[in-house]
């Protein structure tokens, strides 16, 4: 059983920063895994945000280019999300998943497990 668990989410004003952690347990994930994070806002549908490679190789939606970074540490099964100068519309819920396979995807439907979501809330 795979259980990933967000962390660090909370209320920030515009400008402000975060930085979530998704922390992997109940199995060592392969080389070869990509970990990716994904957002939903009220009313909206889970859209892609930032993904990481095994070996670092990183990928952004155009809207947070720039403002958040991915990052992970192997050897603790873990990704980040440093999220900068936020903005209202970065309000909601960002969850984290992993992708059993080297290349890196955009689309939910191809990660293989998930975790079950932190809030962000940027207040104007």
């Known amino acids: 059983q795979v259980q990933l668990v967000e962390s660090g989410g909370g209320l920030v004003q515009a400008g402000g920063s975060l930085r979530l952690s998704c922390a992997a347990s109940?199995?060592?994930?392969?080389?070869?895994?990509?970990m990716g994070w994904f957002r939903q806002a009220p009313g909206r549908e889970r859209e892609f945000v930032a993904a990481?490679?095994?070996?670092?190789?990183?990928h952004y939606a155009g809207d947070v280019q720039g403002r958040f970074t991915v990052s992970r540490d192997n050897a603790k099964n873990t990704a980040y999300l440093q999220m900068n100068r936020l903005k209202p519309e970065d309000t909601a819920i960002y969850y984290c998943?992993?992708?059993?396979?080297?290349?890196?995807?955009?689309?939910?439907?191809?990660?293989?497990?998930w975790g079950q979501g932190t809030q962000v809330t940027v207040s104007s």
């Open positions: 998943a992993v992708d059993d396979t080297r290349v890196l995807k955009v689309t939910q439907g191809e990660y293989d497990y």
């Open positions: 109940g199995r060592t994930f392969s080389r070869y895994s990509t």
């Open positions: 990481i490679t095994w070996s670092g190789y990183s």
